[in-house]
């Protein structure tokens, strides 16, 4: 886990980035900047619980990936979910909680993953354990924003105007993103046979 402390607000940034894209880097500044975050941690998944992990790319490839994606500044690349053989977000979270106490973290996700929250283990206990931005995505918005998660908590959602505050307040609380957007997608990147084999 990256080191952090007392003063810092944190991102938590999960993907498989299979490949990591510019779309993934433009999420990451987008929260950085809209939120004041010090820093913002890429935590690439051994596999997302949902997906099919036939195609993906070994954890280390794509660590090296994501580093070459991220900038260094103010983004750090981690897969700690494998060291520490966490499977579900909830969890992942609860042990960031644990051992990182002093930290200020928020999730950050895009709008697609946003729309189909509710399928996650225990989505709720993420929504009331964490603040939670999402970031738009093309042709994700209105599912997003019509979404279970955005009906069960729309009482604590947060105008983007207002989005700097989201680190320092009490989940549940959330902020939606809109703009600038990207369409690429690791689907269409490997459709497109872009990584080597
Ligand atoms: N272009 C994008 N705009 C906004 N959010 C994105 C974009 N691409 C990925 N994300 C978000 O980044 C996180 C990691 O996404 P992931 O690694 O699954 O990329 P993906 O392009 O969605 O992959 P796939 O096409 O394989 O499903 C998720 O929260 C996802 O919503
Ligand atoms: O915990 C869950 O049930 C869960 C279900 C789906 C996705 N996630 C997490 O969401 C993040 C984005 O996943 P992905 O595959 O869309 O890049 C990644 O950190 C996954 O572990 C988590």
Redesign the pocket.
Same mark, same amino acid.
């Given at each position: 886990m990256p080191p952090g402390n007392r003063q810092m607000t944190v991102g938590l940034f999960?993907? =498989?980035?299979?490949p990591p894209h510019p779309g993934h880097r433009l999420v990451a500044e987008t929260a950085l900047k809209r939120l004041g975050l010090s820093r913002i941690w890429w935590?690439v998944?051994p596999?997302?619980?949902?997906?099919d992990h036939g195609i993906l790319r070994p954890l280390g490839e794509r660590v090296a990936m994501a580093r070459a994606m991220a900038s260094p500044a103010r983004m750090d690349v981690t897969a700690f979910?494998a060291r520490y053989k966490v499977?579900?977000?909830?969890?992942?979270v609860a042990l960031v909680r644990a051992r990182r106490p002093e930290l200020r973290i928020v999730w950050v996700?895009?709008a697609? =993953?946003m729309a189909?929250f509710h399928?996650?283990?225990?989505?709720q206990r993420?929504a009331e354990m964490v603040p939670i931005a999402v970031v738009d995505r093309p042709g994700a918005t209105f599912a997003a924003l019509a979404s279970p998660f955005a009906r069960r908590y729309d009482f604590a959602r947060i105008p983007q105007e207002r989005a700097s505050i989201l680190p320092y307040r009490q989940a549940p609380a959330w902020t939606f993103l809109f703009g600038p957007r990207d369409a690429t997608s690791?689907t269409r990147l490997r459709g497109e046979a872009v990584m080597p084999s």
């Open positions: 999960g993907g =498989s980035f299979n935590i998944t596999g997302n619980p949902l997906k979910e499977r579900f977000t909830a969890d992942m996700m895009g697609d =993953s189909t399928r996650w283990q225990e989505w993420i690791s």
